[in-house]
């Protein structure tokens, strides 16, 4: 796919449509309107975000008879201006004397149920739930989780250019030396070639070597990697706003022949749930489909995870692959798969694509090869 | 002060105490313990930052009768171990397919009242309160506000020397040249120098030329620095874990009458401020102070925010000196005085130091000149 870079920037529109959408599913869902503080939600609403992440409260307010508001701290009103007039927000302000809280309930509805945004902090959503007892809260996770889940086609572009970047990443990598360096180096490594290849933000940058690999969310340490170590290598960060996820394990020299063993049975795991992806299949069954394979092949109780995790503008986000989670795919929903086996004190293996959700199937954002990689 | 650095690290009993701190903080305001999610307040109890802050709940526990526990997910468990278990911290996980805030609710008292860490994710606390409805939960800036505000001798020592290393990056950014430059130019060099003097974190840096300083929050951007322009410099960072935040104003060659009348102003303001620290006075009282100040000289109405922050393992933190604040200030308190007049259109002025309140009196931890600097 040839891509022109950088992307278009998301116009009105785009956050016009979005809040729209957003204002329609709270209603479906018998919300009375939708609470969204500075963080992801925020940013996919509105593009905002505000300089510095403080206990001030910034709120943005949709509900279906009312303009969208913005309430912002009086010395972040020019900024907030700045960004969201253009879009068809209000901005409306309190100063350091005023209680923000109570200026927040002049929009709600006593008695009404709103969604609020999940990383919301605690102090803020305990000040609304004060003044306004009445009114009933729900985290978007609960009430609104699929709100961001199926991308639009310039979250798609980002997404893809995003995987691309990850896999020339690894691709890279595979050239380096790991024999003799430690973890730190070639996480380094990895965190350099992200940006090299584009990425604004790197956010992980996973080396687990050996029985670090044992550890799924071990990051890199000082361990010198040795001849004969299977090693972990989960790296992503966040590329004009959107994320990239993959995971490759390689064997340092020849493979001990169990970590061969073990890194088959989870790429056929990843193939298969896979290829079971399609609109209408529950999350869960996905799962249970990757889960089986290992189970059958005797793994079971070293996959220890969830099978995946949505991506968009944050590297977590629903649609989650859990046992028993009875959402449905749809057509332009993004996830991770990525199946594992951890075994403690020796090593671990796992393979992780991110996927988009087609009309009739799936098609894989990171395409670099699922063979087990001997590396130097 | 010669300062050795790097400074000792914090040591489990230092942990130790803030937790104990924390436990009986907390039982004297009524509470039957806290609850802490990751963020400043768990790096403050225990030392640990989870590699990625996620959906997936990880929550301190701390209460009078049972040992300090740490709750986090099956994947996490390995890291947390390796953190917390030398402190005296036990460590409980949840799986994937388990319910956190059913877990969550076993250490809580039905009916009891507990404190929550202000940054914790609304939707887990929502979670919290759908489990265990019959409790009650206060967010830390309510019921413990003041928990971090006084400082121990370790942290003191860090707080001073990145004071020292903000005074070093002014002294060194007054030299090179403004007038011609770009907003963000400047910025650039205030980040290279807040680094070259040891920050590992650079947050803000903030130059406000000519009517971009009337914004307090204004970043900085790419307006042309002319001749006659005053120009707000406030920016800061974190430096082995803890703040530090100073503003200088400096005018671009000869000032503008009116920027000198505004800028000694605001320099007595500033320093009647901090001439009125002691234990015992309120913090709503060096507000006043402050303010009287800009308000006799007639420019009350553009001193548009409160008149300082506690700083520490944050940036913002209380206690905060806002109108009226009645919480008395305690030796080993540190927070910035930065008043400031903000004329739209025109400039803006502020000066900010900060400073910790000692037995009589207090010291300043930013110590370069307050005078109007001439720029080039």
Not at 230 to 259: I, N
Request: net charge negative.
């Amino acid at each position: 796919m040839a891509m022109r870079w950088p992307p278009t920037p998301f116009t009105a529109d785009d956050y016009a449509a979005r809040m729209a959408r957003a204002t329609r599913v709270a209603l479906d869902a018998g919300l009375d309107g939708v609470l969204v503080a500075p963080g992801p939600d925020l940013v996919w609403l509105t593009g905002y975000e505000p300089t510095a992440l403080t206990e001030r409260l910034t709120l943005l307010i949709l509900s279906p008879r009312v303009r969208p508001t913005l309430l912002v701290p009086t010395l972040e009103r020019p900024d907030a201006e700045a960004a969201v007039l253009t879009i068809g927000v209000g901005v409306v302000d309190w100063g350091d004397d005023a209680d923000p809280y109570r200026a927040a309930s002049a929009f709600l509805r006593p008695g009404g149920t709103f969604g609020i945004s999940d990383a919301t902090w605690a102090s803020h959503l305990l000040g609304l739930q004060d003044r306004l007892p009445s009114t009933v809260y729900l985290g978007f996770g609960e009430c609104l989780p699929m709100l961001r889940a199926v991308k639009d086609d310039g979250e798609l572009y980002r997404l893809t250019a995003a995987g691309a970047a990850a896999d020339a990443t690894y691709t890279e990598i595979a050239e380096l030396p790991f024999a003799g360096r430690r973890e730190y180096d070639v996480a380094a490594d990895l965190a350099r070639l992200l940006r090299e290849f584009g990425h604004d933000r790197v956010d992980f940058t996973i080396v687990g070597s050996g029985p670090n690999g044992a550890d799924p969310h071990h990051e890199a340490g000082d361990r010198v990697i040795e001849p004969g170590d299977a090693v972990v290598l989960d790296f992503g960060g966040l590329m004009h706003g959107y994320g990239s996820d993959t995971t490759r394990t390689v064997s340092v020299g020849e493979p001990d022949p169990e970590v061969r063993k073990v890194h088959e049975i989870v790429r056929v795991a990843q193939q298969t749930a896979f290829e079971a992806v399609r609109p209408g299949v529950a999350c869960g069954e996905i799962d249970r489909i990757a889960r089986a394979v290992i189970a059958d092949a005797g793994y079971g109780e070293w996959f220890i995870h969830r099978t995946g995790h949505g991506i968009g503008v944050t590297t977590h986000e629903p649609p989650y692959l859990t046992p028993g989670e009875p959402q449905p795919l749809r057509p332009g929903m993004c996830f991770s798969i990525e199946p594992g086996v951890y075994l403690p004190g020796r090593f671990g293996v796992r393979i992780e694509d991110i996927v988009t959700v087609t009309d009739r199937g799936a098609r894989r954002l990171n395409n670099t090869d699922h063979a087990l990689r001997v590396v130097g």
